[in-house]
């Protein structure tokens, strides 16, 4: 199974965007890229995926590199609701996510 | 605004007591799963079920079974509780879309186990 690696750790200020990377160099054309985010004492919940183009949704977009090796999640204005741990998952279709250590997100005020 | 339920949302308990860990969605999906993680470390998938009477081992192997009589209902139940089961137990739901994909999975709040 294709694996992804994202910093451990990553800090950002209050109404500035955050760019959270992931590295996924060994995807396959059938993996989705999926991110999901899991805010303290909370079940993880979903924030975007994609396949091979950029997405936009009202929680962040998704940017994709060109060989797909990479993608970056895009808080656009970031909240102190958004600390959490986010996680960037490689899923075929039908199959289950596997989730990683993640990210962990801190915003300052 | 994701229906599923989780109770009790915390449960201390003897060793050797059996407990259920209960779960519902009202979404009407056909997938559930059933999730563990230990504090600041990664989820692991332990059961999961396609619909009512499937159900299935996860990634990894765990003391637990699980029931799927009904498709909103999917409880978790440990015979003896050990400390070893202490935990978070995290129950998600998803729905079957067509062309034969899953959805987005949708998880419940959680329930945090001690075993005393």
């Known amino acids: 199974d294709a694996k992804t690696t994202q910093p451990n750790s990553m800090e950002s200020n209050e109404e500035e965007p955050v760019h959270l990377p992931c590295n996924h160099s060994t995807i396959s054309g059938t993996d989705y890229i999926h991110w999901y985010r899991q805010l303290p004492s909370q079940g993880p919940e979903y924030v975007i995926h994609g396949l091979t183009s950029n997405v936009n949704n009202r929680m962040a977009s998704l940017a994709i590199a060109e060989d797909r090796k990479s993608s970056t999640l895009i808080l656009h204005r970031a909240t102190l609701r958004d600390a959490a741990v986010y996680y960037c998952?490689?899923?075929?279709?039908?199959?289950?996510?596997?989730f990683g250590q993640g990210t962990r997100l801190t915003i300052n005020p | 605004e994701a229906d599923i339920y989780q109770t009790p949302r915390y449960l201390v308990i003897g060793t050797g007591k059996k407990i259920t860990l209960e779960c519902s969605q009202t979404m009407g999906h056909d997938k559930m799963y059933w999730y563990q993680q230990d504090p600041g470390m990664e989820l692991h998938l332990i059961h999961y079920s396609y619909g009512v009477n499937s159900t299935e081992k996860g990634d990894l192997s765990s003391e637990s079974t699980v029931s799927r009589i009904r498709t909103e209902h999917f409880p978790l139940t440990l015979e003896s509780a050990r400390p070893s089961h202490t935990s978070q137990y995290l129950c998600?739901?998803?729905?079957?879309?067509?062309?034969?994909?899953?959805?987005?999975?949708?998880f419940g709040p959680g329930t945090r186990l001690t075993v005393l």
């Open positions: 998600a739901s998803s729905e079957l879309i067509s062309g034969g994909s899953y959805n987005e999975q949708f």
């Open positions: 998952i490689l899923r075929k279709i039908a199959q289950k996510l596997v």
